[in-house]
């Protein structure tokens, strides 16, 4: 199974800094059609979790723009530009590129 | 509006069975990939199986494959996961989503495996 390792696990951030999550891949993570299948999600404690950027960079409808996704291959990283208070909750990315696909482990962002 | 509606959770001593049930709605169901994720309390996110369009193709994580089956009826537009022989370590929320990549979730349901 493709490994998904997040870096780091908690992430403590001033409101209006910045805050930048990393997600590596075993393997590979563009698929035979040419596309990189790499999601990251948001959770907010007590809610379903919610699809932030999709393909690696593509955000989703009504995700602010703050939020940015880059990356290619195996190595991938979700930035918010300056840090709110609703963005508090844990950031998963995801691979859809193998079966089974697999989430990273998870990180938390608080307020610092 | 995109609507996904889990149902069929509940409480099962670990051997048994259920069958959680996803009402779709605001979208052409038939058209799409569907998906389902758990989450074990307290821990991250899982993903379970995945089913094509037209039924035609199913994939499972290995720790349910022979137990649990995903099936699809595009023209109630429906999912189900029916999940036998359950154990322990199946106790989580229960979440459907749409597409490969889970661009829509619904609430979840729970479900508890427990003597």
């Known amino acids: 199974d493709v490994v998904m390792a997040q870096s780091p696990l908690s992430l403590p951030v001033t409101l209006g800094q910045p805050a930048s999550i990393s997600c590596r891949s075993s393997q590979s993570l563009v698929y035979s059609d040419g596309n990189t299948y790499l999601n990251w999600f948001q959770q907010r404690p007590g809610q379903s979790p919610r699809r932030l950027i999709y393909w690696v960079s593509n955000r989703d409808s009504g995700v602010p723009d703050r939020f940015s996704g880059s990356g290619s291959g195996t190595d991938f990283t979700l930035k918010i530009s300056r840090v709110e208070a609703e963005d508090v909750g844990v950031y998963y990315c995801?691979?859809?590129?193998?079966?089974?696909?697999?989430f990273g482990q998870g990180t938390k962002l608080e307020i610092k | 509006e995109i609507q996904l509606v889990e149902s069929g959770g509940g409480l099962v001593q670990p051997g048994g069975s259920l069958r959680l049930s996803c009402a779709a709605s605001g979208f052409t169901f038939s058209t799409d990939w569907m998906s389902w994720v758990r989450q074990a309390p307290g821990k991250g996110l899982e993903w379970v199986a995945n089913i094509k369009e037209d039924g035609s193709e199913k994939y499972y994580v290995d720790s349910v494959k022979g137990r649990f089956t995903m099936s699809r009826d595009n023209t109630k537009n429906s999912l189900s996961l029916q999940m036998n022989s359950l154990r322990v370590e199946d106790t989580a929320v229960y979440y459907c989503?749409?597409?490969?990549?889970?661009?829509?979730w619904g609430q979840g349901t729970l479900v508890t495996v427990s003597s």
């Open positions: 995801m691979q859809g590129a193998h079966w089974p696909h697999t």
């Open positions: 989503a749409r597409y490969r990549s889970l661009g829509s």
